[in-house]
């Protein structure tokens, strides 16, 4: 089950959409709106409900642009509050692109900055929001994971693979890329942060981790410095499947097919 914002050139529009089904359902939009948005969708078994977490980041008028959630039954948005200490969400200042809200042990996850300060110098950690009673945590990376250099472009974010956290980092000096990916082998462990591979590429931006495969390989999308467009490769090398077009961005998610119908749940 799949949750979309579509942008018709005038409005966005929200939809939950079953892509092995086909079928789809217009959702009411927050009440907030914000480009620096990013949500997650999941099923909470607790009150038998899907709910879907809107996050909003980088905004200076932290006062208007509450976090909100939308329980299906209900139909409506409501405000649950920012993290309690209303620290910086780092999203579109380090990723030019929203993505999925991590989700793992029953919670999701996405990074946060303590304060605003210099690019070569800031501390970060991970927020968790846990779906079923709605309460904020946050789990350490180590210091070393949230190093930005002086010089290049870092990007840094937080995904989840194979039921783990992951925290990749992405750096771009001279045409240069150094990717890097790390895991958290026991939840909640600081010292279980696995640095889990290494790539050095020229020509490629923005990658992120997509799925693990069961022999431990992963698959990522790289974007491209200066150009739309995704190219795919596992972490082992690239494999040529890239996009026709290139004038628009394109990207790629896995899912498992189920036969729900979005209509029966709103």
């Not at 959409?17 to 009411?28: A, C, F, G, I, K």
């Not at 200066?226 to 394109?250: A, K, M």
């Amino acid at each position: 089950m799949l949750f979309l914002g579509v942008y018709d050139g005038f409005d966005e529009h929200f939809l939950l959409w079953n892509p092995s089904t086909r079928e789809s359902t217009v959702l009411r939009r927050p009440e907030y709106l914000n480009r620096c948005s990013t949500y997650g969708i999941r099923y909470d078994v607790t009150s038998d409900d899907y709910k879907i977490l809107k996050i909003d980041g980088n905004v200076l008028d932290k006062s208007i642009m509450p976090y909100e959630i939308l329980e299906l039954k209900s139909g409506s948005w409501r405000n649950i509050g920012k993290h309690p200490d209303g620290r910086i969400v780092m999203s579109s200042l380090w990723d030019p692109v929203m993505y999925p809200l991590a989700f793992v042990h029953g919670a999701f996850h996405w990074l946060s900055a303590y304060q605003y300060m210099t690019r070569s110098s800031y501390g970060c950690y991970v927020v968790s929001f846990t779906v079923s009673n709605e309460v904020y945590g946050e789990i350490p990376v180590l210091e070393r994971m949230c190093y930005v250099s002086n010089s290049g472009t870092d990007q840094l974010g937080i995904s989840e693979l194979g039921g783990m956290i992951c925290f990749h980092s992405t750096h771009i000096h001279q045409g240069g890329c150094t990717f890097k990916l790390w895991v958290m082998k026991d939840y909640g462990v600081k010292e279980s942060w696995t640095e889990l591979l290494t790539i050095k590429e020229t020509g490629l931006s923005s990658i992120r981790p997509k799925y693990m495969f069961v022999n431990g390989e992963v698959l990522l999308s790289c974007g491209r410095p200066l150009q739309y467009g995704t190219v795919f490769r596992t972490s082992t090398g690239p494999f040529g499947l890239s996009p026709q077009r290139y004038d628009t961005y394109q990207e790629g998610f896995a899912y498992t097919e189920s036969l729900i119908s979005p209509k029966l749940l709103t």
